[in-house]
């Protein structure tokens, strides 16, 4: 399994970025995939879940109505589409296969989100 993230970087407040994560190593249609994060000295916060096949979709209410999670089968892509970011948005992102609690997770993609 390889997860790997990108699109992370400065954004100011206010602002957009849209990550991705590139899947490989297992089929990924079978698999819900989810976005976690973590603040210098927190705990993994995760974030938002898609199903297998994109129809439904889960955020928690700290980001809910800001950042949507999207995939796209064909690519072995999932993204988490990121706007109107606060300071407090800044973390190491994590794209983890599976629901919640699973430990499968690529090696992170860093925001920081300053003026």
């Known amino acids: 399994v390889q997860l790997v993230e990108s699109g992370g970087g400065l954004a100011q407040p206010g602002g957009s970025l849209r990550l991705s994560c590139t899947a490989s190593g297992f089929t990924f249609s079978r698999y819900p995939m989810s976005w976690a994060r973590q603040a210098p000295g927190h705990g993994l916060e995760w974030l938002s879940t898609?199903?297998?096949?994109?129809?439904?979709?889960y955020h928690v209410p700290s980001v809910k109505g800001r950042f949507t999670i999207s995939r796209d089968i064909a690519k072995n892509t999932v993204y988490l589409q990121m706007n109107s970011l606060k300071p407090e948005d800044t973390a190491l992102y994590y794209c983890?296969?599976?629901?919640?609690?699973?430990?499968?997770r690529g090696q992170g993609t860093q925001v920081t989100v300053s003026s």
């Open positions: 898609i199903d297998n096949f994109g129809r439904d979709t």
């Open positions: 983890v296969r599976g629901w919640p609690g699973s430990t499968e």
